[in-house]
């Protein structure tokens, strides 16, 4: 073991030289125990470049979120106009055009941030760089926020699936939703290139299902051979009475319908993980995903009209579809089935890749504790990725993994950022626009310089965030008494969270620079050393060994409680004390901490400056840990007590049975 | 404030001579918070004296669990007869009878154990005195077991009784009984003194309005208007079948009666809270209470059989009594029922009496945590009356404060502890009639001499112990498959756990023992010092300035995971390291404490044997509770992980934001 030389090295006296380095690489590996069967053998930090991913799995893992909507959105259009009859389903596919423009318009959007800020950060960078901190970290908030309640929510949609399939497993279904979290985040630490290799097959296949289906529908339709649902569910009124078609129907539907946007904005946060040149990669990914989310959800919504399948609490739109299309429930029905299952569980995914990135880049900047940006054995943010999964689980524990209560919750985050993101990239072009066209160095820190076309850049961005903010308000409003306002309390409390955070490191790094600091104060000469004892004991002694060692000015200090021990002690330091002084204090309220405290305040007000004061404890150290609830912490204790005392040393000298 | 005088003194190098001794009293007090309020002012230990009781006040604190009894005794023994028909009812008074002499065996045991044991510790200190410490441990675990499920069970009957009055109350019984919990806690954790005061007279008031009900139902037989109970509650039969009158069916009746000797152990634990001559006033307490609780339950036994009250699950026996002696629910009966309430929740208060001062006295024997020796600001033993009511609420939550789940579990261990009580007394006369009566001087630890009727006073106790042996088997395996077998583990248990416990201690003490102890090793005169960096700032800078003042050899060390960060530490240690080597540690897996102990442990491997280690580790001290999730515990970590190591001391020079 090569550590042993440098030790060898250490004590070469010839090595003591003015301020010598040693630079040596350790050999420590992480120890072998059950994670490695779990997640893996350990990354060196080496094998970074390696822990990138291609397109094809970038796909998989960022787009599942996105494209599961897929398998809601156009229900929840449905849902909404049902309020006003059957005849104003026919507004299903219009509305869903308005939609995909409008997905067109954000993942435009998406694209140039990944251009513009290709080391990821989506939302949060792109806020944080054009509209100032406080809107990053609102955008932040709102997507981790998010983040959790994908998790939540995409995993218990997936089992409410299972569950109604096989409703005797209606009472297990929060712990069938908290092992799917448990297995989606083991897979997640075995890093983000075997999560991505693992989530492929399960998302390609929902993919190639989904277009066949909508593939074989499409080709139905124009043959003249598709019909209608045949035994459609009972339509449900989700409003009191049938109103009218009116402008705020409309837009209820078209708000609702979004939910479709809902997961594009993962590649964004998560550039970092594909494979150089990122900004490139991640940006033809974004588009790819965009093409056939859209793609995916206008065939959708056309055939959902054509064979005027209607919303239902007891028949997914999907199902019906896909049993008209396929002429019964034979296996390319059951396959849909299964595919929408696994691609809402999976949903969940998106949301490990998209959390631990967004939160170490907040703790890298001091919003969050430091331990984020710490990379686990496999290259991943694994308390990150541990955290996002501990909430979650907390969150569909209180629901009872119930998609009901828990959606009401989703997406208002999601259309935050955003609003913010695009809000963020108009302002961007409104500063390119009005630097100088020939200066051709960038300004400001991110690339910025002149573009041709800002101007259109600038307004379909504005329009993108104007329609994304009045998204956000509907949803806000009219989910507001199902839960939406926890939401609203829990984002800015994030925020203040965020920034208490950053105050206290901040505090702490100026208090501790360096810079303009005049050195410390003249060298302390004198060096003072109390020694609390309660019994003597061998374990004394070599506490008593120890401050001798430090200093001469050695005290002890006995606190008598029961003089019977006292005289005891006295006794025996007459023998072993080797001549230090023993200052006895009785304590008549049987206290122990108190008086020693009030004693060693006594002496450190009245020490002098140049004086350093160490308390020697003898502490038992336990060997195991019931031992702890059999004997007294004083080192522990005095330490916390002494806290505000500058240049007072705590140390337990340690005994052991 | 004298101790600033007591450091002056400290400085002053002409009181460095050959070991002095400074005894001064600290004027440190409890600092004033809410237990103030709730407690009383501290008391001083000089103030023990004044926390005694006398005779009055301890009938009422030690008497109201055996008192309770009479509540349910009768009931007891009718429930069992009911087997064999109303007819086998007679037999209620003559096993009373037999009880009540039983109960006469057993407190004259007890008053010569209070005479020969005046210290207190009942059959645990018997037991180990005359038959050794396993029959000693088995007691105090039965006593201890029985203490916790006093509290559970008396406190559960009360609120039962509550309830029964006002049944809209039943959802919120485990609450109503957790606040009782709760109070009686407080009011013990005040003293002994008042608690006793604060209990005296609902107590007394009990004994006063039975004697009224008894009274005035012998004189009403006497006088013949005396009749039966009018609409009696249907018999229950709690066999499945009408059983003849057997032998065994009598003895079991006799079993389930003698829970009216439960609580009579109590004062024999309690013998220290009484005033001087302690010994006399307990004895005499304890003769005043066997009289009142014979001449309650004979009594109530007689007047059953004379009103032909029936057991029932509807109406409990004493009511029937009261309704007939007083025509009828009118102010006396209602006192009757009131009372009962009352004393059932007050047995729960004997038991915070019995349970703190025998698990004092096995701590002080090594057997529990020495905490439990500890006495509080009201010279109570604080530590034991908060684990006694955290126990008993924990089942009383676990059984959802259900009597009928509780009370098999209970008086097992009352009787496993009378048993070993007198056979430990059988031993003792035994002892006492084999010495020389001639020989005035007392034999053994306790007083131990000759004593003439030593014989009969052997057989007398034989014979307890015969009976109350018998008793205990009735109910261990009457009561086996309702929960007794869960007392049947416990006991043995916590006998294991005062073993190991024991064991823990006596091999500390055996490994620190000053006694044929040749002094430390040759004093070591080599200092070396290990100096962990992670980042170079103020704090560091303290840390390596304290480093220096233990020691010329200073090295310090950083382990590098980030190189950029590696870096800033290289270059400003040439600034700020005053000329001391620093050791870098490449760290290709990320990981801080591995090869950091790594290092160690190789430096540990190769030291000389005059040799000291110190590792100084600069720590951030949170002055915050939740910034210590801000940062790493690097101190703490290193020091457990260094436990076995000797002459390795682990030192945290704080700083602060």
């Not at 944080?128 to 997507?143: E, K, S, T």
């Amino acid at each position: 073991m090569h550590v042993d030389l440098v030790c060898v090295d250490m004590i070469d006296p010839k090595d003591n030289q003015d301020t010598s380095f040693i630079h040596r690489t350790t050999d420590a590996r992480p120890p072998r125990n059950i994670s490695h069967y779990l997640i893996g053998r350990p990354l060196s930090t080496a094998d970074s470049e390696d822990q990138t991913i291609s397109k094809r799995v970038g796909l998989a893992v960022f787009a599942s979120d996105a494209l599961s909507s897929t398998a809601y959105a156009t229900q929840e259009i449905l849902v909404i106009l049902a309020a006003a009859g059957a005849m104003a389903f026919g507004y299903v596919f219009p509305i869903s055009i308005v939609i995909v423009v409008l997905l067109a318009i954000v993942v435009i959007s998406y694209v140039q941030i990944i251009n513009a800020y290709p080391e990821g950060g989506g939302a949060y960078i792109v806020a944080y760089d054009n509209l100032g901190r406080f809107p990053a970290l609102v955008a932040a908030a709102a997507l981790l926020t998010d983040y959790i309640l994908t998790v939540s929510v995409s995993v218990s949609s997936g089992v409410a699936q299972i569950v109604s399939a096989y409703p005797q497993l209606f009472q297990y279904r929060v712990l069938i939703a908290l092992l799917c979290v448990v297995f989606i985040t083991i897979i997640n630490l075995r890093g983000v290139k075997e999560a991505g290799a693992a989530f492929a097959i399960p998302s390609y296949f929902f993919i190639v299902i989904m277009f066949i289906t909508v593939g074989t529908g499409l080709f139905r339709f124009l043959s003249g051979s598709l019909g209608s649902v045949v035994d459609p569910p009972e339509i449900e009124h989700f409003g009191e009475t049938i109103a009218g078609i009116t402008a705020f129907l409309l837009l209820h539907a078209f708000a609702s319908g979004t939910t479709a946007l809902t997961g594009v904005e993962a590649i964004s946060n998560g550039t970092t993980a594909f494979k150089e040149p990122r900004g490139r990669n991640a940006s033809i990914t974004l588009v790819w995903m965009a093409f056939i989310l859209g793609f995916l959800f206008i065939g959708i919504s056309f055939l959902t009209k054509e064979v005027h399948a209607v919303p239902s609490e007891s028949e997914t739109v999907i199902s019906q579809l896909a049993r008209t299309v396929f002429n019964g429930q034979g296996l390319p029905y059951l396959l849909v089935i299964l595919g929408t299952t696994v691609i809402l569980i999976l949903a969940a995914n998106t949301a490990f890749a998209g959390f631990p990135r967004l939160s170490a880049m907040l703790a890298k900047d001091g919003f969050m504790p430091r331990q984020l940006t710490y990379r686990g054995s496999r290259l991943v943010y694994s308390y990150g990725i541990i955290a996002l999964a501990a909430v979650a689980s907390i969150l569909i524990v209180i629901f009872q993994a119930s998609v009901t209560r828990l959606i009401p919750l989703y997406a208002i985050g999601v259309f935050l950022s955003f609003t913010l993101a695009q809000s963020g990239m108009t302002r961007r072009w409104w500063r390119a626009g009005h630097l100088d066209p020939s200066d051709k160095t960038t300004k400001h820190a991110h690339n910025l310089r002149y573009e041709k076309g800002w101007s259109f850049k600038m307004l379909s961005n504005g329009f993108g965030a104007f329609c994304t903010a009045i998204v956000m308000c509907i949803f806000a409003v009219t989910k507001f008494r199902d839960g939406a306002w926890v939401v609203l309390i829990i984002i800015p409390l994030l925020v203040k969270v965020f920034f208490t955070i950053q105050h206290h490191y901040k505090d702490l790094a100026s208090h501790l620079t360096l810079e303009k600091f005049g050195g410390l104060p003249a060298r302390k000469t004198r060096h003072r050393v109390i020694l609390p004892v309660s019994s003597i004991h061998q374990g004394a002694l070599e506490a008593l060994r120890y401050a001798k060692l430090l200093s001469d000015d050695v005290t002890a200090i006995h606190i008598s409680i029961d003089p019977e021990e006292t005289e005891k002690v006295q006794k025996k330091w007459k023998i072993w004390g080797e001549g230090t002084r023993l200052v006895i204090l009785d304590s008549p309220f049987r206290l122990f901490i108190e008086p020693l405290l009030e004693y060693l305040e006594g002496i450190i007000d009245n020490r002098q400056p140049n004086e350093t004061l160490t308390i020697v404890v003898p502490q038992f150290l336990p060997s195991k840990r019931w031992h702890k609830a059999l004997h007294m912490r004083t080192a522990e204790v005095l330490r916390q007590e002494l806290l505000s005392k500058h240049g007072v040393v705590v140390t337990d000298v340690p005994y052991r049975a």
